[in-house]
C-alpha cells in the first residue's frame, strides 16, 4: 500500500467517525433546543457555544470532503466533531438530569477524549489501535445518546480490517 492509499484509507475512517460524532451532535443539539443558528460570535451560553461549536465542525467537515488526505488534519477534524458532540451533550444533560442522559454524556466525554488521543503527538491520525478505540468509543457514545432518547438514529463509524478491504466487525 502507498503512503497516498493509506492516508485516503485513513481518511475514510476519520471521516466515517468525524460524520458520525457530528451527526450526534445535531441530534443532540436538537434534543436540548440548541437552534443551530443561536451561534455567537462570542458566546456567552452553553447553547451559544454548541451552536458555534457545530458551525465549525460543519466547516471543518467540507474540508474533510475536499484536497488531499492528511491523516494529522483528518484525525483533528474527527476530534473536533467528537469534542462539539460532547459540548452538546454537556446541554442535553444539564437540561434533562436523567441517569440516562448522565451516562451519555459520559460517553460522549470518553469518544472526544479518545478522538483526541487518535489526533495528538506522534500519533498524528496513523495509530491503528488508537483509531480503533475512538471508533470504538464513538460508536458507545451513539449507542448511549441512542439510550437517553436524545434523537440519534445511527453511527456512520465504520472499521475496515487491516487490508482496508472491508469491515472488521460491526455493531
Given at each position: ?5 493509506d ?91 436523567r ?52 434523537g440519534?438514529?445511527c ?17
Amino acid at each position: 500500500m502507498t503512503g497516498l492509499e493509506d492516508a485516503g484509507t485513513l481518511r475514510k475512517g476519520h471521516a466515517a467517525r468525524a460524520h458520525s460524532a457530528y451527526d450526534r451532535a445535531v441530534a443532540t443539539c436538537g434534543y436540548a433546543g440548541v437552534d443551530p443558528a443561536a451561534a455567537e460570535p462570542v458566546p456567552t451560553t452553553p447553547a451559544g457555544r454548541a451552536a458555534g461549536a457545530l458551525r465549525l465542525s460543519a466547516r471543518s467537515l467540507d474540508a474533510l470532503a475536499t484536497g488531499t488526505p492528511d491523516p494529522a488534519a483528518d484525525a483533528r477534524c474527527a476530534r473536533n466533531a467528537a469534542a462539539t458532540a460532547a459540548l452538546a451533550a454537556q446541554v442535553a444533560d444539564a437540561n434533562d438530569g436523567r441517569e440516562a442522559g448522565h451516562r451519555a454524556l459520559r460517553a460522549a466525554l470518553t469518544a472526544s477524549q479518545a478522538a483526541a488521543a487518535a489526533a495528538a503527538g506522534s500519533a498524528a491520525g496513523r495509530d491503528a489501535s488508537l483509531n480503533a478505540a475512538a471508533d470504538d468509543a464513538e460508536e458507545r457514545a451513539v449507542a448511549a445518546a441512542r439510550e437517553a432518547g436524545w434523537g440519534v438514529s445511527c453511527s456512520r463509524t465504520r472499521r475496515t480490517g487491516p487490508s482496508g478491504s472491508g469491515p472488521a466487525s460491526t455493531t
